[in-house]
């Protein structure tokens, strides 16, 4: 009998032995040194972070974790730490999780590690002060809107400026019936005192009845200290296709609101569509997500439109060169783009960040102007901004000659098939690579907006989910040490 049971458990030994053995951890916003004795390199751990489906996830207490709901819901102290994703389904296994003399926690389960693989031995290490110093670098999360709260159903399109005297402006459409692009559609505003932190009540900046009042894209004039912001509007009972076909009552019209008191009150909305918007363009948006002002004092606004002849969405921008008292059309970029953003480079220029359209391209476009935006160059894509057909925001960080380092922010889903993965990236030679990423919701996410604090700090304005990406709207905080 015993003989029997030891042929066994050799058996199983040698089993075990012919599979890989492996030290590796999920992807995650941190890489942290794993200690001599393991057999990787690094490793990289997202805190903080709750398990799905085929997750698997420890979760470490300090004290006593003496109800089971104490480790669902984590406590003050706690962390839930993803050890790893598979990509196949089904359970990954009952980890066994022992801590070594040296305070190293040894977690080791089984499961796929990539793609088309046989299970292997997996073996995590990692200790505690490393992930209290992983946990204290997690952007800062704060809820600004929340669907189904304070009368409408689904708060969607952000944008988010940040103020001469440090205000946080967030802006979105609340849509009051439903989460479509049309009908009933408020566009609304919450002010920040404190970078960020807390948010005081919305404003209701327009609300034309059951029209759609939307795609904020608003910008401050430094010169003046004056908040534009520019938006678009359509009858609520006319939906995008049959804009685009020109079979609706009315068509897409572009306006114009402004504040002069740092964002408590605003103007009564004109229209500027004569200017903006040709008469062969049916579909338009501005935006969504903000303006820029050039070193020159131009006012630059990025817009999209569809031309009736061809059907085909173009990127385009309008700006001003009096600050804002009237706006003239710019040019457009290549077709097959979208919705964008534009960042004035160091030497002067423009680029533009596009959604593309494109098929054979699951990747940003990028397009650039030498002349203040009259003019653009034959679209490129850039293929490590990848993504899910989305908008994306893109945001001068810091500028050499201003003391920093020329740096460029970018955030997107970036993912080629689903829009998910919140992920903000950093650029320190003006766009041409996207070295450093940082991902801010594994979840579901979709639009996004970019705006920097006086004191360096990072705000991502985003949409994000459990099951959905619309939510919430989330204003990410990230300090500008990271």
Same mark, same amino acid.
């Given at each position: ?7 066994? /458990? ?53 004290? $006593? ?17 993803? !050890? ?15 801590? !070594? ?6 977690? $080791?389960?089984?499961?796929? %590690? ?31 809107? @929340? ?24 802006? /979105? ?14 566009? !609304?505003?919450?002010?920040? =005192? ?5 948010? #005081? ?12 009042? #939307? ?8 010169? *003046?200290?004056? =908040?534009?912001?520019?938006? $678009? ?9 049959? =804009?685009?076909?020109?079979?609706? &009552?009315? +068509? ?7 504040? *002069? ?11 500027? +569509? ?26 630059? =606004? ?15 921008? %309008? ?9 003239? %059309? ?29 098929? &054979? ?11 203040? #935006? ?26 050499a000659r201003n003391g920093g380092k020329d740096c460029i922010l970018f955030s997107n889903p970036a993912e080629p098939a689903a829009r998910k993965e919140? @992920? ?32 360096? *700090? ?7 989910? %459990? ?13 500008? +040490?990271?």
């Open positions: 009998m015993h003989q029997r049971i030891l042929r066994i /458990c050799l058996v199983l030994f040698l089993a075990l032995c012919m599979l890989r053995v492996s030290v590796r951890a999920a992807d995650g916003p941190a890489e942290v040194k794993l200690p001599p004795r393991t057999q990787s390199d690094h490793y990289s751990i997202p805190t903080l972070d709750l398990s799905s489906q085929h997750n698997r996830q420890v979760v470490i207490a300090r004290g $006593t974790a003496s109800v089971y709901d104490d480790i669902v819901n984590l406590r003050e102290g706690q962390y839930g730490v993803r !050890l790893l994703r598979s990509p196949k389904k089904g359970d990954l296994g009952y980890p066994g999780l022992e801590v !070594l003399p040296d305070g190293v926690f040894v977690a $080791t389960t089984y499961a796929v %590690l990539d793609q088309g693989e046989k299970n292997s031995v997996v073996s995590v290490c990692f200790r505690l002060d490393e992930i209290d110093e992983e946990a204290a670098r997690r952007p800062e999360q704060v809820e600004v809107y @929340t669907s189904g709260r304070d009368g409408y159903h689904t708060y969607r399109i952000p944008s988010v400026v940040v103020t001469d005297r440090g205000t946080v402006l967030a802006f /979105c459409e609340g849509r009051k019936l439903g989460s479509g692009d049309a009908g009933d559609i408020d566009l !609304l505003v919450k002010r920040s =005192i404190d970078g960020g932190r807390t948010f #005081g009540p919305q404003q209701i900046v327009w609300d034309d009845e059951a029209n759609t009042c #939307g795609n904020p894209c608003p910008v401050i004039d430094h010169t *003046t200290g004056t =908040i534009w912001l520019l938006l $678009t509007h359509n009858l609520g009972t006319d939906r995008e296709p049959e =804009i685009i076909a020109r079979t609706s &009552k009315g +068509t897409r019209t572009v306006w114009l609101a402004k504040s *002069t008191d740092d964002g408590l009150t605003w103007s009564k909305p004109v229209e500027i +569509t004569r200017v903006a918007k040709l008469p062969n363009w049916t579909w338009y948006a501005t935006g969504p997500g903000a303006g820029i002002q050039l070193k020159s004092g131009r006012l630059v =606004i990025p817009c999209d439109h569809i031309e009736a002849e061809t059907g085909l969405y173009f990127s385009h921008v %309008l700006y001003s060169d009096d600050h804002g008292a009237s706006w003239r %059309l710019g040019g457009s970029a290549g077709p097959l783009t979208n919705e964008c953003e534009a960042v004035e480079l160091a030497d002067g220029s423009l680029m533009l960040n596009m959604r593309n359209y494109d098929p &054979k391209h699951r990747a940003r476009a990028v397009s650039r102007s030498t002349d203040g #935006g009259l003019t653009w160059s034959p679209v490129v894509h850039d293929t490590t901004l990848v993504e899910p057909i989305c908008q994306a925001s893109i945001r001068r960080y810091s500028l919140m @992920t903000l990236r950093v650029s320190d030679d003006e766009g041409k690579t996207w070295p450093t990423s940082r991902v801010l919701w594994h979840g579901p996410a979709a639009y996004s907006c970019l705006a920097v604090l006086n004191d360096g *700090t990072i705000l991502c304005l985003y949409e994000r989910g %459990l099951k959905g990406p619309y939510e919430n709207i989330t204003l990410a905080r990230l300090p500008a +040490t990271d």
